[in-house]
């Protein structure tokens, strides 16, 4: 296989699964009008809203990763799940008793990043441990 043509064979369809699973569940609870109590926060205070956000994004950054690492560029991935958090906060205007919030785009953001991280750490860490079982000549 060519490096300018990368095929889909039928395991990548399956490993893009979970990334949109979770997406979806992520458009689930946004839709929810009150899926947490609103928790005031100053500027770095971290509630359980703000960690689940982080948490629910860096999920998802990691497995739209694991589905599409090799297929797409990384950067790409990047911004496609920085932009899909900014319209989950779209989305969240619309909701009754949901606002749009910067802060939140900005710690889903975070979340992406420490997904994106996560993944590429353990990605080489694999590929360390399979470079020890190949025999040496």
Request: include cysteine; proline fraction near 6%; charged fraction near 20%.
């Amino acid at each position: 296989m060519t490096e300018n043509k990368k095929k889909w064979f039928f395991i990548d369809y399956i490993k893009i699964i979970p990334g949109f699973l979770i997406a979806g569940i992520i458009i689930y609870f946004s839709s929810l009008p009150n899926p947490l109590p609103p928790v005031p926060r100053e500027l770095l205070d971290l509630d359980i809203n703000t960690i689940l956000h982080m948490c629910e994004f860096a999920t998802f950054a990691f497995f739209v990763a694991f589905g599409f690492f090799h297929k797409i560029k990384i950067e790409y991935l990047l911004i496609f799940t920085i932009v899909f958090a900014f319209l989950d906060e779209v989305h969240q205007y619309f909701v009754p008793n949901r606002f749009f919030d910067v802060y939140d785009v900005i710690v889903d953001s975070v979340g992406v990043i420490l997904g994106f991280i996560a993944y590429i750490f353990l990605f080489k860490l694999r590929e360390k441990f399979n470079q020890k079982d190949l025999p040496v000549s």
